[in-house]
Nanobody, 123 residues
Framework: QVQLVESGGGLVQAGGSLRLSCAAS????????LDWYRQAPGKQRELVAA???????DYGDSMKGRFTISRDIPKNTVFLQMNSLKPEDTAVYYC?????????????????WGQGTQVTVSS
């Protein structure tokens, strides 16, 4: 089992910044990819940013140039720096990890989600 714990959400004025963190913990796992998704009320969950084990990054179109995803490999932690925030960025932000779990008997690829953290941007 892998647990993802997010932090850093909150209320900020338009134009402001927030930094989200997501720490992965567990045993016998390696991370293939870490993502941030978000879901606003009445809307589908959408990809915000992603980073692979090789360091390749990807962003949703509306986040490019404003958001930056990074990671601390030894701490199994991913960060999302959000700048120039807009009211339309208001959503619950979820951390997602695609990991490989290896035990004595098996090796498998699994997907885990964090509990979500609320980001509210006021106009």
């Amino acid at each position: 089992q892998v647990q993802l714990v997010e932090s850093g959400g909150g209320l900020v004025q338009a134009g402001g910044s927030l930094r989200l963190s997501c720490a992965a913990s567990g045993s016998s796992f390696s991370i293939n990819r870490l993502d941030w998704y978000r879901q606003a009320p009445g809307k589908q969950r959408e990809l915000v940013a992603a980073i692979t084990s090789g360091g390749k990054t990807d962003y949703g179109d509306s986040m490019k140039g404003r958001f930056t995803i990074s990671r601390d490999i030894p701490k199994n932690t991913v960060f999302l720096q959000m700048n120039s925030l807009k009211p339309e960025d208001t959503a619950v932000y979820y951390c997602h990890a695609n990991v490989v779990v290896t035990t004595i008997r098996s090796r498998g690829e699994y997907s885990y989600w964090g509990q979500g953290t609320q980001v509210t941007v006021s106009s």
